[in-house]
């Protein structure tokens, strides 16, 4: 009795130790995340360390981006803010570019790079330097008064391409047996399942989707830095760009150099002397000193931040009902004027789709909705756009994809050839079974889904018919799962025009009449700091149990496990670069 007490006091000991732990390490790291104001001095210059990963909304705490094992997130439209107030603030003198390998598409780039070169109209000077310097960071980098590069570092000028990654040899191997069901020649997300390369169609679409990116990406950079788009192309085809040395002779930097040198130049034009420190200013600070500077307005635009995967449920990704009730708040809240549906998914569940898309139909004609779209916004990423009075994209965005399709997997062999698992069923219905994962399906039951698919499809393009004021034979001309940049999508009529995130604020204010007393609201809410914080922790184990070489992998798996009903995807593999 005396060991079982003792061992008792133990543990209740070891629990109160750890609750008590637990509550000053939550309490310390909540104290040291309320950071002191930032001031912006006289004179400073608005820095931008262009790495990590971005991303329409980033979670703004310090501590979960310390504690996460992923690049550090940057937030694409506070960036986008940033640049935009520093043009007409009197403190700042400048821009400082640090480009350092940023993950993001094109659209966010062509984003940052127009907020550049409007920034550079009100006479402020842009620098870049870098080490090394991808083709997407030199994108952004063009748009700088000069650019240095590092003696010994490189800089990528060959093009673009895009990668997929196929997963047929895998199920081979593995006697798993993919069960397939799409409408759309061009509906691309189920190839990896049952090829083991791009059908032609495939590369038809994506070749002229890339051609169409990069003859924007040409042009821009060619206009920027004076050098015609045909002679850039020849440079970039031959590759002629492989070293600083190149990239100087070849008018697409200004100097070879270091950064001490670069910065000599700018403290040169401050006045300051040699060895004086420049007075700069990270993003983020400044960031945070306009938002405590910043004037409050009762009228405010709704910003639906809908990012990632579109899911049915969870706690990632745009979950159907969390984003449809966070749309019904913005169209039950008086002071919410206008709504900016800000895009940037490949699609995902149709369910989920369509259930966003309700509340989005509900609220039109009741308040201005203008559709912002990111780097994608396809399939079902598209589906959740159409509704708007106004869809915006930028030329290098990827959208379309109208096209639906059903997968599962058949793991009977798997189970039996590899693991030793049998099975056996009773059922009172002759179809009681049919979504089973235990064995293959009939050519009826094959032909049940297949109707179901098409009929989604059928629902999907003359839902788009219908906001779009097309036909829907119009509508299927140019779906049938194909892709298509920002650029062909205004000429077919899937979007009304180009332009940035700030060019659909500015349409929705308009539209509203709240032209010169507005603010942003962003949806769906930050979470708290603990609950983010535990959030964030139980996915960093996740990670460092699931180790590097099969995250690709564990990643896809994780996509077709949450996968519910009929999907609207694009390819989730696919990787400009």
Known sequence: MAF???LLATLVGLIIFSIVGLFIFFSILAAASVEEVPKVQENSILYFNMGGRLVDKAVDD???EALSERPTAHSLLDILTAIKKAKTDDRITGLYIEPMYLITGYASLQEIRDAVLDFKESGKFVYAYSEYMSESDYYVASAADSVFINPTGAIEFNGLSANVTFYKGLFEKLDIEPEIFRVGTFKSYVEPYMRKDMSGENKLQYSSLLQSMYATYLSNVAESIGIPSEQLD????????????DAKNHGLIHKVGYEDELKSVMKERLGLEQDDSLPFVDIKSYGQALTAESNFSSNKVAVIVAQGDIVMG??????????ANEIRRARENSSVKAIVMRVNSGGGSMTASDMIWRELMLTKGQKPIIASMANAAASGGYYIAMPADTIIAQPNTITGSIGIFGLWFNLTKFLENKIGITHDV????EYSDIYTITRRLNSYERQIIQSTVEEGYETFTKKVAENRGMSQEDVKAIAE??????????ANGLVDKLGSFDDAVQLAVQMAGIEDNYQLSYYPKQKPFLEEFIDRMSSTIKTRIFSDPFD??????????????IQARMSGDLEVR
């Open 481 to 490: 799962g194909r892709v298509w940049s920002g650029e062909q999508a205004v």
């Open 62 to 64: 310090a501590f979960i």
């Open 4 to 6: 079982l007490r003792n």
């Open 426 to 429: 009773v059922k009172t219905g």
């Open 314 to 323: 969870g706690d990632n990704g745009i979950v159907g009902e969390t984003f």
């Open 234 to 245: 020849n440079t970039s085809n031959l590759m002629k760009v492989r070293l600083p040395k």
């Open 552 to 565: 690709p992998i564990l990643q896809q798996y994780d996509r077709i496990k949450n996968m519910q009903g």
